[in-house]
């Protein structure tokens, strides 16, 4: 099996979240600044019409006419604040543009230190509710490798291998499947790499519904193997809904459970939580599977309704004549 990475320690959970605080601290310091920024720019453009306006009354305060007066205008005082104002934000903003973009250098400095420590291998052995898992309910293959040993949907899933080329990239380190067959529940406990973002240090939330859809067809295969679905082929994802609840951190060690909701003939509802294993929910998810037909089946259906409705017809014609 390949190696297992998981935050198992609580020095590798809090700098998970440090990471993922770093990054997002650093989003709302940049966007502070560009507002920072575009006053700045306002203001030194005031104070620089300011000061260009009081050069101007100045030198017209000089003429014969405006000798008289000599007391401080209102006009006088208004340029001669925008004017102070307008550098002195300058210096101000330049100063803060260095602050901002030096903290944000030593935060992704942080993060990339972090993410060299968090990429040690843990045995994910050692993690108690996966122990109790692995205590409780069989550990089976992945869909993909459970319908590739069987003969006949071996041709038909040849190419179902989005998961184990991700383990193989290690942007998913793990893919465990565990099946509960007497209350027919799925579980599968995945370990997470980190170039799998589509925020911030966050999981991309369409991987968070690949991997749902995953396990949902993890419980359809074994469904198919145990018979619950008659004489078709395995069924197939119909109807996905997610409900995300809150983000995944990258790395995150996270279980998938499902279970049945109801069977109706090539339909099969089930149901979905996506748990860090504890107390955490990340996500709800509800799906519909349906079970292709198979060839003739509409013509053997059609056949057994007619032979049911002659049959009933053949039962009450002898009736009434005995």
């Known amino acids: 099996a390949p190696a297992c990475r998981i935050p198992c320690c609580c020095g590798q959970v809090v700098r998970n979240q440090a990471s993922s605080c770093g990054a997002q601290l650093s989003f709302w310091l940049c966007t502070a600044q ?80 972090g993410r060299s420590n968090d990429d040690t291998p843990h045995p994910c052995q050692t993690v108690a509710w996966v122990k109790q898992l692995a205590s409780t309910a069989e550990e089976v293959l992945n869909p993909g490798q459970m319908l590739r040993s069987n003969p006949l949907t071996k041709l038909i899933v040849a190419q179902d291998h989005l998961f184990e080329a991700m383990v193989a990239s290690t942007q998913v380190h793990e893919f465990r499947c565990f099946y509960e067959s007497s209350a027919r529940r799925f579980h599968s406990v995945v370990q997470l790499g980190r170039d799998v973002c589509g925020f911030p240090a966050t999981v991309h939330g369409g991987l968070t519904a690949a991997i749902v859809d995953e396990t949902f067809g993890g419980l359809g295969v074994c469904l198919w193997r145990s018979g619950a679905l008659g004489a078709r082929l395995p069924a197939y994802t119909a109807r996905l809904e997610v409900d ?70 053949a039962a009450g014609l002898f009736g009434r004549k005995k």
């Not at 720019?41 to 007066?69: D, I, V, Y």
């Not at 955490?280 to 409705?309: D, H, N």
Request: glycine share 12%; proline share 5%; hydrophobic share 45%.
């Open 34 to 113: 560009l507002s920072f920024w575009l006053y700045t720019a306002m203001f030194s453009g005031a104070g620089a019409a300011g000061s260009h306006a009081w050069q101007s009354f100045h030198a017209k305060s000089r003429s014969p006419l405006h000798c008289m007066s000599r007391r401080p205008s209102a006009p006088r005082v208004l340029y001669s604040s925008a004017a102070a104002i307008g550098p002195a934000l300058s210096a101000a903003s330049r100063w803060a543009g260095g602050a901002v973009l030096g903290g944000t250098g030593v935060l992704a400095l942080q993060s990339n230190t």
């Open 244 to 313: 995300y609840k809150q983000k995944i951190p990258a790395g995150s060690l996270i279980l998938v459970s499902t279970e049945v909701e109801s069977v109706e003939g090539r339909k099969v509802w089930m149901r979905a939580t996506v748990t860090d294993g504890q107390d955490a929910v990340y996500a709800s998810a509800r799906a519909l599977f349906v079970a292709p037909r198979m060839p003739g089946e509409g013509f053997i259906q059609a056949v057994g309704q007619r032979a049911a409705v002659v049959g009933g017809w």
